[in-house]
């Protein structure tokens, strides 16, 4: 099993949607959590880190669930230029190595 | 520019061949990662450098594969006897002491074909 687990999509949502993304993770002792951003054939860039108290930055909200090992991404309005793959990360046990998804791809069309 | 640097940027081989990439972190970060990306993968561990000491590596990293940061700055990916199946890109990282995975910052990536 995978150590963090990601629907892979795609998810094709029309401008002005509202999408969710989840991911799940296997190890109870992982510390950081974060969702990265990538565009196609481009490194991956940070979104935002996800803490348990739950986040906002703008249209971006994710939460986290330490109990289920869950973590979600809501995009709310979403724009053409929200059309990437989303990266759950979670921070490997070792403290070094970050553990990415597969990603979940996005697609915003007018 | 003074992000992490990395080249060549496109490596195009023969099967067999050898290949050596190069990343250059951002000037101060003492900790150095390296990543391959499949597609359709996210990004894999591969190693991790605190200034020159290579502290972790991935079982990924076969013996074909070998990584060195001689001086604590910047670092080589070495890989021997390419097979297809490291086709990929190979992503370099830094991060500066004491963060986590807010203040890692990645490289543009190094695309490797082998033909």
């Known amino acids: 099993r995978k150590e963090v687990e990601q629907d892979p999509g795609p998810f094709n949502v029309p401008e002005g949607a509202t999408v969710a993304f989840n991911c799940t993770y296997s190890?109870?002792?992982?510390?950081?959590f974060f969702w990265y951003r990538q565009d196609c054939r481009k490194e991956p860039k940070l979104l935002m880190s996800?803490?348990?108290s739950g986040n906002e930055d703008g249209r971006f909200t994710a939460q986290l669930n330490r109990a289920s090992q869950y973590i979600s991404l809501l995009i709310r309005d979403s724009k053409l230029s929200d059309s990437a793959t989303y990266l759950c990360?979670?921070?490997?046990?070792?403290?070094?190595?970050?553990?990415f998804g597969k990603g979940t791809s996005l697609l915003v069309t007018p | 520019d003074t992000g992490v640097s990395q080249n060549p940027r496109h490596k195009i081989t023969k099967r067999g061949q050898n290949v050596t990439f190069r990343c250059d972190p951002i000037?101060?970060?003492?900790?150095l990662y390296w990543y391959r990306q499949t597609l359709g993968q996210g990004p894999e561990f591969l190693t991790y450098?605190?200034?020159?000491?290579?502290?972790?590596k991935s079982r990924l990293l076969s013996d074909r594969f070998s990584a060195e940061r001689p001086k604590g700055s910047f670092s080589t990916l070495e890989i021997q006897r390419t097979e297809q199946g490291d086709s990929a890109m190979y992503l370099c990282?830094?991060?500066?002491?004491?963060?986590?995975?807010?203040?890692?910052?990645f490289g543009e990536g190094s695309w490797l074909t082998v033909v």
């Open positions: 990360v979670v921070n490997a046990y070792s403290g070094y190595a970050l553990n």
């Open positions: 990282a830094s991060s500066p002491e004491g963060s986590s995975g807010n203040t890692i910052y």
């Open positions: 450098f605190q200034n020159e000491a290579q502290l972790e």
């Open positions: 190890n109870s002792a992982s510390q950081s």
């Open positions: 996800v803490y348990s």
């Open positions: 000037s101060e970060h003492n900790r």
